[in-house]
């Protein structure tokens, strides 16, 4: 039943996401175009370079928006009196709700390392540079930016967990008169908690790596770099699991049943 209801979430998402994506790789093969070619003006490059980048944070936008509006959609508006009907556990709802964003999302992802590398074609910058500069640094480095950009794709998912938490708190039947404030509300308080929490926590590690132009020494940078990468996916983990947890329980009893 899970992967039936999957399918169903995949469905309800995809078309808006996938226009947008296609939308933003035929604007950065456009400026591309332009750039390369013998009758190029720069000022025409230059509005198409600015569009391309609109295009780029509105598909980034449409995807929040898309996933976000679905889940408080499916779940808590009229859409949810169905689905409380068919024999899914509240676990397997708000699984299938988060598997169909991150399905989603990396196909937005790669839409955009598709755009970065058009752009490196559009400003003269080949792969042959950067694979010789990843040879003259060290691959090191060339792993550290991996649990970099592995650290950053785990905190986006935790990030859309705890949006989902939030919009289920929102909804708890106590707060419906005044639903969307509260949601506002708690979550930039949540941020700050957490902003607050992270530098009490992380403390030691935040000041090394706000100092790292004093470390003499490539390995000392990359160890402080590579440490406050780990550190974060660990928090990233539990707090994924804690969001998770809250969600599953406000369906699960129904809180916000009137």
Known sequence: MFFKLLKYDLKSIYKSILIIDIVMILACGLTLGTANTRFKNDII???????????????IVVYFYTILKRYSKSIYGNEGYLLNTLPVKPWEIVLSKIVSAIIMGILTLLCGILCIFIFFMSVNIHISDIIYLFNYYGYNIFLSLLLFGFMCVLATIVEIIKIYAVISIAHISIFDRFRV????????IIMQLESLFIEFSFGNILYNFDNLTELTQASELLSSFNMYNIASIIYCIVMGIIWY???????NKKLYVK
Do not use: N
Request: aromatic content about 16%.
């Open 45 to 59: 490059l230059g509005i198409l370079g600015m569009t391309t980048s609109f295009i780029i944070i509105g598909a």
């Open 181 to 188: 404030i509260f949601g506002i509300v708690l979550y930039f």
């Open 245 to 251: 947890f809250i969600s599953v329980t406000v369906i």
